[in-house]
């Protein structure tokens, strides 16, 4: 192992300087830190009471393919991120 000294610095002074680096660093970690969300999975009943439509609407768009549905054995599912991206902004 190597030796390192300080020179002409306090004990203080080194504990000050590194607890304001960690805090440096701990600031930038919040500013970039994004937590991942689990994807929310919404039914076709979800669906419509969200967008205040019928059912029957929702699966004309599944056909028109204006809305993509996920599925397991007899059940549509359908990612509520991707049903909000559907959505466009009107003038």
Same mark, same amino acid.
């Not at 701990?26 to 994807?39: A, C, R, V």
């Given at each position: 192992? %190597?030796?390192?000294?300080?020179?002409?610095? $306090?004990? /203080?002074?080194? &504990?000050?300087?590194?607890?304001? =680096?960690?805090? &440096?660093?701990?600031?930038?970690?919040?500013?970039?830190?994004?937590?991942?969300?689990?994807? /929310?999975?919404? $039914?076709?009943? /979800?669906?419509?009471?969200?967008?205040?439509?019928?059912? %029957? $609407?929702?699966?004309?768009? $599944?056909?028109?393919?204006?809305?993509?549905?996920? =599925?397991?054995?007899?059940?549509?599912?359908?990612?509520?991120?991707?049903?909000?991206?559907?959505?466009?902004?009107?003038?």
């Amino acid at each position: 192992m %190597s030796t390192l000294q300080f020179i002409q610095i $306090t004990p /203080e002074q080194l &504990l000050e300087a590194i607890i304001a =680096g960690v805090k &440096l660093q701990l600031e930038t970690l919040k500013k970039d830190f994004k937590p991942q969300e689990p994807e /929310e999975y919404l $039914t076709r009943h /979800e669906v419509a009471k969200l967008l205040k439509c019928d059912i %029957s $609407t929702i699966h004309n768009w $599944t056909a028109k393919g204006k809305l993509k549905p996920y =599925g397991i054995g007899n059940r549509v599912y359908y990612k509520r991120v991707e049903i909000e991206q559907c959505l466009i902004p009107l003038r």
